[in-house]
């Protein structure tokens, strides 16, 4: 499985954009880029995805470099909601359509 | 529209029991996936099924198993528990390939 590598933890402000960043250089050209994000005590919950350009949806925006080794998860306005454990997930729509999670980055985000 | 809904949300079981977990995906969904999480890890994955089959497991031994029901709800079984299987169980659902739906998850104690 393509591994991804995420910083342990980030701190924010309340209402302040956040950028989470990913690296994932072994990444080939069928994987796509996921996010989820788990609350405390709740299941994971799906943020986005993409591929090869920059999405945006309601949560969030995903920019993915040209070279797709990394990406950035932007949170544009972090609220108290968002402090969670979010996972960066190379996702390949192969046999098995695993999500392989790895310890994820702890947000923080001060009142 | 209900999510993924799981049964039961806790449960303590001695070493050496068997257990059975439910899971009942949203309405639609074909694809029920089941993951494991100790804690300060990221989910594991064990296994996915589609339409009744296996379609993917993950690296646990062979006390764990799992079906998938003509409605696509699943049953994870584990046999002869072992204190290590403490975690907590997350299934998964989804109707494509892309956004998977967790539920809240069966945490689950042996002692």
């Known amino acids: 499985d393509a591994k991804t590598t995420q910083p342990n933890s980030m701190e924010s402000n309340e209402e302040e954009p956040v950028h989470l960043p990913c690296n994932h250089s072994?990444?080939?050209?069928?994987?796509?880029i996921h996010w989820y994000r788990q609350l405390p005590s709740q299941g994971p919950e799906y943020v986005i995805h993409?591929?090869?350009s920059n999405v945006n949806n309601r949560m969030a925006s995903l920019a993915i470099a040209e070279d797709r080794k990394s990406s950035t998860l932007i949170l544009h306005r972090a609220t108290l909601r968002d402090a969670a454990v979010y996972y960066c997930?190379?996702?390949?729509?192969?046999?098995?359509?695993?999500?392989?999670f790895g310890k994820g980055i702890t947000l923080s985000v001060r009142p | 529209d209900a999510g993924v809904t799981q049964s039961p949300t806790h449960l303590i079981k001695t070493r050496g029991q068997h257990v059975t977990l439910r899971c009942s995906p949203i309405?639609?969904?074909?694809?029920v996936s089941w993951y494991q999480q100790v804690l300060g890890q990221g989910p594991q994955f064990i296994f996915q099924?589609?339409?009744?089959?296996?379609?993917g497991r993950g690296n646990f031994p062979d006390r764990f198993s799992a079906r998938q029901f003509p409605n696509y709800s699943s049953e994870l079984n584990v046999n002869a528990l072992l204190l290590g299987d403490s975690a907590l169980y997350l299934c998964a659902s989804s109707l494509g390939l892309y956004e998977a739906f967790f539920g809240q998850g069966t945490r689950l104690t042996v002692v």
């Open positions: 099924y589609y339409e009744k089959e296996e379609r």
């Open positions: 072994t990444i080939s050209g069928t994987d796509y």
């Open positions: 993409g591929l090869t």
């Open positions: 309405s639609g969904h074909k694809s």
């Open positions: 997930i190379l996702f390949n729509t192969g046999a098995n359509s695993k999500l392989t």
